[in-house]
């Protein structure tokens, strides 16, 4: 039960009360004017906002959950840390809005106006922004998994190190934006538009990139393992120590006249035609490869545990692992050596790229394929391996000794994946 | 493989030249350097480098330098030819190497089941319990077992 009435209400914020840390939960203050009103920390949840004008309102850390603000106009308002767990805003205008580490888990924005909007760390996971315009808006540092952002307008947005794992952006609309390491894996980016947009550093892994537009995009150093590929157009994108999909692309099914894989992305390396299908497949991490080529060793020892972490070593590297690894990644650059040492562990892993494994430990897959692209795997008499291994385009050089336990599925380059 | 020699005692052999189709159950190893298709059972099959076998294949050991194809049960089993695609290996032990003429193992789209299935959650478990150790009582790790890669640090 709200403390006072709609009446009062409109009257306070029409006077310049301050209404901080008001109960007004369940209140209907459909269509008011409360241009400007003070509402911080105040308790609306559930309450009926439908085609109010809340513009240039201060509601920050004000609690709004389940409220229905379809249609509201909410221009220059101040939600800081507000809490819009499944709140109704379809079709409002949040232009130039503030909702920097609001809660919008849930949330419904389909339509909605955030144009200019700063939505650092803000929680919009499982939220639908269908047709939202997202233009200029500042979305750094995000959480958006398995968000619906199909059709979105977000031309020269800045998503960087957002986190949009699972989610669909089907047709979306992110020319000149920026995702510089954003995590889109398993993201559906069906039929997008990257033109022209940064992507560096970008996990696409397992991403549907079917008919996606990446022009002139800024892919260096992103990383594209299992992500489809199919009917994409990339020309002119920017691919220094990109990792490839290690899946076969199909013929004709990419269209791309031409790469720069120059580290500095300043279009000094273009690569053309029969180059393209490897770059894309196996990466372009030699391209990356410091001057000199001087080797970087890295040794992981006995003991130490490594969850959730994606590793990339470049070109030349060489690893040792004799350490528990869970649900990492591990992206190698041409001719990188990886040994997993007989102590070492690598749990619900993948690795990628073109390098030479030799594992004298153990080896379990999380996905199948777990293996991709491998130059030369090695499995000593002591050693485990569970999983699908996709061949380099080149052919995977196979060396397995006695004693070596193995359930794997070899899968040449050109055939189908098989899913487990 | 030195084909025709490599055997002294009693043997089954199939000439380069040869086709087989169907069933052959021997009791003495066989030696293939034409082309079998079909169920084949014995103590011991050696495939040259010519040859071709094609099926159901069930032996004590295998030991291949042609072209493999089907499904084969063994107990040991030593490729360095060739393996189509839809191969199914069963087998105790695996020993797959590149031939001493630098010929690499080739593979189609295949199914390798070697020696025991790998156990996660043990293999976890035992980890976990050496991340709990206290590190001097971590030994040192063994250099011996390195056949290439990266050599650590010096400890301490």
């Known amino acids: ?63 709004l959950r389940e409220a229905y603000l379809v249609g509201a106009n909410l221009a220059g308002v101040n939600l800081e840390n507000a809490d819009l767990e499944g709140a109704k805003l379809e079709r409002a205008n949040l232009a130039g809005a503030n909702l920097t580490r609001a809660n919008l888990e849930g949330a419904n924005l389909t339509n ?23 233009a200029n808006a500042v979305m750094t540092h995000a959480e958006l998994d398995e968000a619906y952002l199909g059709a979105v307008a977000a031309p020269g947005a800045r998503l960087n190190n957002t986190s949009l794992a699972g989610a669909n952006l089907e047709e979306a609309k992110l020319a000149g934006a920026i995702l510089d390491e954003a995590t889109l894996s398993r993201a559906n980016a069906r039929g997008v538009d990257f033109t022209r947009t940064s992507l560096v550093k970008t996990n696409l892994s397992g991403a549907d990139l079917t008919n996606a537009d990446l022009t002139g995009a800024d892919l260096r150093y992103a990383t594209f393992a299992r992500a489809q590929l199919a009917g994409a157009r990339l020309t002119g994108a920017k691919a220094a120590g990109l990792i490839g999909t290690g899946l076969p692309l199909g013929a004709g099914a990419v269209e791309v006249i031409w790469l720069d894989l120059s580290p500095a992305g300043d279009g000094s390396q273009r690569v053309e035609n029969g180059v393209l299908p490897a770059v894309l497949m196996t990466g372009a991490v030699a391209a990356s490869a410091p001057p000199g080529g001087e080797s970087r060793r890295r040794y992981f020892g006995r003991g130490d545990v490594l969850r959730n972490a994606a590793l990339q070593f470049d070109a030349g590297a060489q690893i040792e692992i004799d350490s528990l690894f869970q649900d990492c990644t591990i992206q190698l650059g041409d001719d990188t050596e990886l040994v997993i040492g007989p102590s070492g562990v690598l749990a619900d892993c993948e690795i990628v790229g073109a390098g030479n494994v030799t594992i004298h430990g153990k080896f379990f897959e999380k996905k199948s394929p777990g293996i991709v692209g491998l130059r030369e795997l090695h499995v000593s008499g002591k050693g485990a391996v569970v999983a699908a291994v996709t061949q380099n385009p080149e052919r995977t050089r196979f060396e397995f000794e006695t004693g070596c336990q193995l ?14 | 493989m030195n084909d025709k020699n490599a055997l002294t005692g009693k043997h089954t052999l199939v000439e380069e030249g040869t086709e087989l189709t169907g069933t052959i ?9 034409g082309k079998i298709e079909g169920d084949i059972a014995g103590p011991e099959i050696r495939v040259a480098a010519t040859g071709v076998v094609a099926g159901n ?11 493999l194809a089907g499904v084969v049960e063994a107990e040991a089993v030593q490729i360095s030819g060739r393996v189509r695609d839809r191969t199914v290996i069963r087998a105790r032990t695996l020993e797959m190497t590149v031939t001493s003429q630098g010929m690499e193992v080739q593979f ?10 790998p156990n996660k959650a043990a293999a976890i478990a035992a980890a976990t319990a050496a991340a709990a150790t206290p590190p001097d009582a971590v030994r040192k790790p063994d250099e011996t077992s390195r056949k290439r890669g990266t050599q650590p640090p010096p400890l301490g």
């Open chain 2, 108 to 117: 189609g789209a295949c199914e390798l089941q070697v020696g025991d299935e």
């Open chain 1, 1 to 63: 039960m709200a403390a006072i009435t709609r009446d009062e209400v409109i009257k306070r914020v029409g006077r310049g009360d301050k209404l901080e840390r008001i109960d007004l939960k369940g209140l209907d203050l459909s269509k008011a004017k409360l241009v400007k009103g003070s509402f911080e920390r105040a308790d609306l949840d559930g309450a009926n906002l439908e085609a109010a004008d809340l513009s240039q309102a201060s509601m920050r850390r004000a609690t």
């Open chain 2, 25 to 33: 159950k021997s009791s003495v190893p066989i030696v293939v350097m």
């Open chain 1, 407 to 420: 359930r794997v599925k070899i899968v040449p380059t050109g055939a189908p994946t098989d899913k487990r």
């Open chain 1, 112 to 134: 909605a106006n955030l144009a200019g909007a700063q939505l650092s760390y803000a929680q919009l996971a499982g939220a639908k922004l269908g047709r939202a315009n997202l």
């Open chain 2, 57 to 67: 294949v069930k032996v004590q050991r295998l030991r291949s330098e042609g072209e």
